[in-house]
């Protein structure tokens, strides 16, 4: 399943684990702190349409490695959004 603009993926939950990834396959240096972060989830309109209790919603885990810096910045920026939502409501 390919997420698209006109049919995303619908986060259903998340995992951020250390794990061991050679940093050789991110092309960084050797001893390079990274992290697994885990997401799974289904289409957007399975999930709006009520279906996610449905045995009949597919759902999918995506696996990337994070490098700490950029789990650092995905934290920012995540943060950042929460505040503003936050602040306009």
């Given amino acids: 399943m390919a997420a698209t603009e006109s049919d995303p993926i619908a986060l259903q939950s998340f995992a951020l684990l250390p794990e061991p990834v050679?940093?050789?396959v991110l092309g960084t240096k050797p001893m390079m702190e990274v992290w697994a972060l885990r997401l799974s989830g289904g289409s957007?309109?399975?999930v709006l349409a009520g279906e996610a209790e449905s045995k009949y919603v597919q759902t999918h885990e995506?696996?990337?490695a994070l490098p700490l810096d950029v789990m650092e910045s995905l934290a920012r920026t995540?943060?950042?959004?929460?505040e503003?939502?936050?602040n306009a409501l």
């Fill in 84 to 86: 503003r939502r936050r």
């Fill in 78 to 82: 995540l943060t950042d959004v929460c």
């Fill in 44 to 46: 957007v309109r399975e």
């Fill in 62 to 64: 995506y696996v990337f």
């Fill in 22 to 24: 050679p940093s050789e």
